[in-house]
């Protein structure tokens, strides 16, 4: 599962995957793209993340029962089925970190305390292993022991607040804390693999959905801190520039972006309204984004008198930034999605065809991240790995029959 001709940046790390749902997951996934060998250990019925958003409801696993978000979150990793609160399964996984050179998980302290997954366990078993570590707060704090997902992230750094209208709060329907998170964590897991080359030590990479939703908004609560605007939600407006909005077309909706005077005068052009290049209404893009309502009114009328694509065509060629508003089908179907190859289809047994998953979202041009293999089965690697840790089959065979795998 590693070379350079499968993006072998990470060939010969081992990683453990004992993730759930997203931030783990795919952090792990990105170090399986970039050439990592990762294992994926679930429990023996599969974890629940196994089946969120069943491409065919009701079915087993192996049999399309699996979930949208398992097939992205889990390609290119070997799938282990394991309890690890067993005496028997935590010596399994002392065995396999002896072979690691990370642990991904996605846990409370205590959780990981209870499963020998947390630091001084491990290097005790792998003296220079890297732990990396996501739970919903960060460990130290008031709310370190605290359950939350992404959605509770987003409300509590102030974005679900300034999203939608005053009298509705609305979080985005794309888990972007989730996938920040699992990101930065890839980053840091890689950072410290590179430091671990120079200095021979592991140490642990922690992230959280809290602090990556308050990277990720810090500006906006800078502007608070400083000058206290209490902003409150204004749709798909923008407080700082304009126009920028989503208005209607013909037989659609399209964004439109301007941020800064040489875009706001092409706009003006377009818009026959050169005589407000010097309104004072609009002399800046604050003064813009505070009577916005009216730029986005104006960018109302002209966009309806158009279709998707004539408006689209115009706004191109005044060099204005723009973009249609698509439902995911569309998005499936855009032409520049389809031939820059981003979507790669992997087939997945039980499903009704191939899953279309996201490529490595960066590009390397020598030894760019791939992916190689659907997602695993249920425990579809349990004897194989469990052969390379040296385990007899008739020892297998007893880890079956008592449960432990």
């Known amino acids: 599962m590693s070379g350079e001709k499968s993006g072998g940046i990470l060939e010969g790390v081992r990683v453990l995957d004992f993730g759930r749902y997203i931030a783990g997951p795919y952090c792990a996934a990105l170090l399986g793209d970039m050439g990592a060998e990762v294992i994926r250990i679930e429990r023996r019925e599969g974890s629940e993340d196994r089946f969120v958003q069943p491409i065919v409801p009701e079915a087993g696993p192996g049999e399309g029962g699996e979930g949208a978000m398992f097939l992205q979150m889990n390609r290119n990793k070997r799938g282990l089925t394991l309890d690890p609160m067993t005496e028997t399964g935590r010596g399994i996984v002392r065995r396999l970190v002896a072979t690691a050179d990370v642990v991904v998980a996605n846990l409370p302290p205590s959780t990981l305390k209870a499963m020998g997954l947390d630091y001084e366990s491990l290097t005790a078993e792998k003296p220079d292993i890297i732990l990396t570590t996501v739970s919903a707060f960060g460990h130290g ?217 996201m490529e490595t979202p960066l590009r390397l041009s020598r030894t760019p991240g791939s992916l190689r293999e659907r997602a695993p089965l249920l425990g579809e690697h349990t004897e194989v790995i469990l052969g390379e840790l040296g385990y007899t089959a008739d020892e297998i065979l007893s880890f079956r029959s008592e449960g432990v795998i």
């Open 141 to 357: 704090g008031p709310y370190s022991e605290r359950t939350g997902f992404d959605g509770v992230a987003q409300s509590m750094v102030g974005t679900a607040y300034l999203t939608g209208h005053p009298e509705e709060p609305v979080k985005s329907y794309a888990p972007w804390v989730d996938f920040g998170t699992a990101s930065l964590s890839a980053f840091g897991t890689m950072a410290a693999l590179m430091e671990r080359t120079k200095s021979g030590k592991g140490q642990v990479v922690e992230g959280s959905l809290l602090s990556t939703a308050l990277a990720y908004f810090n500006f906006h609560l800078i502007e608070q801190d400083l000058r206290k605007t209490d902003r409150i939600a204004i749709g798909n407006r923008s407080p700082y520039a304009g126009p920028a909005d989503i208005v209607r077309t013909k037989d659609g909706w399209i964004l439109v972006q301007v941020i800064g005077m040489p875009l706001f005068k092409r706009w003006a052009r377009l818009m026959g309204e050169d005589h407000w290049l010097t309104d004072p209404r609009f002399k800046d893009d604050l003064s813009r984004g505070d009577h916005g309502e009216i730029l986005s009114e104006r960018t109302q009328q002209w966009a309806e008198t158009r279709t998707t694509g004539e408006a689209l065509a115009e706004l191109e060629a005044a060099r204005i930034p723009a973009g249609p508003v698509y439902t995911p089908q569309q998005a499936l179907d855009d032409r520049h999605i389809n031939e820059m190859g981003y979507l790669k289809p992997l087939a997945f047994p039980g499903l009704p065809g191939p899953a279309p998953v």
